[in-house]
């Protein structure tokens, strides 16, 4: 069994930075695409950035520019470095991974408990 812990949110300025961290726990399991999507209240979760094993990554235009993926596959970590942040910005941010269990073909997916930004001044 995998779990997914966030950390890293907290309350920023406009303009401000953060960085978020995510980090895969457990054992027996191989790990292909992860992500980081948010959601803010009474609006739908959306994808943020996504990074593959292979680090190619893709980010929402809302963010491109601004905000940058990356990972460490020797430690099962992904980190989301958010810089200037805007109001819009504010959400729960969720940590997500593509996960294969030892002797398991199929891929699933797997959340963590989200961790909440906000931008206000």
């Known amino acids: 069994q995998v779990q997914l812990v966030e950390s890293g949110g907290g309350l920023v300025q406009p303009g401000g930075s953060l960085r978020l961290s995510c980090g895969a726990s457990?054992?027996?399991?191989?790990?292909?695409?992860m992500s980081w999507h948010r959601q803010a209240p009474g609006q739908q979760r959306e994808l943020v950035a996504v990074?593959?094993?292979?680090?190619?990554?893709n980010y929402a235009d809302s963010v491109k520019g601004r905000f940058t993926i990356s990972r460490d596959n020797a430690k099962g970590m992904v980190y989301l470095q958010m810089d200037s942040l805007k109001p819009e910005d504010t959400a729960v941010y969720y940590c997500?991974?593509?996960?294969?269990?030892?002797?398991?073909?199929?891929?699933?997916?797997?959340w963590g408990q989200g961790t909440l930004v906000t931008v206000s001044s």
């Open positions: 997500n991974a593509e996960v294969r269990r030892t002797g398991r073909s199929r891929y699933l997916d797997v």
């Open positions: 457990g054992s027996g399991f191989s790990i292909n695409t």
């Open positions: 990074i593959t094993s292979g680090g190619s990554t």
